[in-house]
């Protein structure tokens, strides 16, 4: 694990997305009724990612155990997709880049287990930081979009 107790605590803010590729006839369901047989599945998918981004450390070796002061999961259809957006802010010494990669990919995971009983074609990606700030390296944010297709 890399030593952080000299850095100085500073607002670090980091911003992911990912896309799940569900088809337009399983949108179409998630529009209309909001859910499948499992249940609300956005809603469902918003309280994973955040449980996630909460146990990061746990899940990635080498993680820094971090005091997560907000975590937003967004998330929006397109005609055949769904796009998860997370942001993870803190105040602390290290940043949050993994915390909101692993909220929006486990955000991903819960979507597809809810809807993988009305569709087999169904797949995730990609992934990506979008945005992050804060600390030594200071502020970075891909530049051009993302339509989920990469």
């Known amino acids: 694990m890399v030593n952080v107790s000299e850095k ?12 799940v ?22 809603e469902t998918a ?16 080498m993680c820094h155990q971090i005091p997560l002061d907000v975590v937003e999961i967004v998330t929006e259809f397109t005609d055949d997709s769904i796009r998860i957006e997370s ?6 010494k290290t940043g949050v880049e993994m915390e909101a990669m692993t909220a929006a990919s486990v955000a991903a995971l819960t979507v597809y287990d809810m809807v993988k009983s009305a569709g087999k074609e169904i797949r995730i990606g990609p992934l990506s930081l979008l945005e992050k700030t804060g ?6 944010k891909r530049t051009g979009g993302s339509d989920g297709k990469s």
């Open 21 to 42: 590729h569900v088809g337009s006839e399983i949108v179409k369901q998630l529009k209309e009724a909001g859910g499948i047989s499992k249940g609300n599945v956005l």
């Open 135 to 140: 600390g030594k390296s200071g502020s970075w």
């Open 8 to 19: 100085n605590s500073t607002v670090r803010m980091a911003r992911a997305e990912t896309w």
């Open 46 to 61: 918003k309280i994973a990612g955040i449980m996630a981004a909460k146990r990061t450390s746990e899940l990635i070796p």
């Open 87 to 92: 942001k993870v802010e803190c105040v602390w």
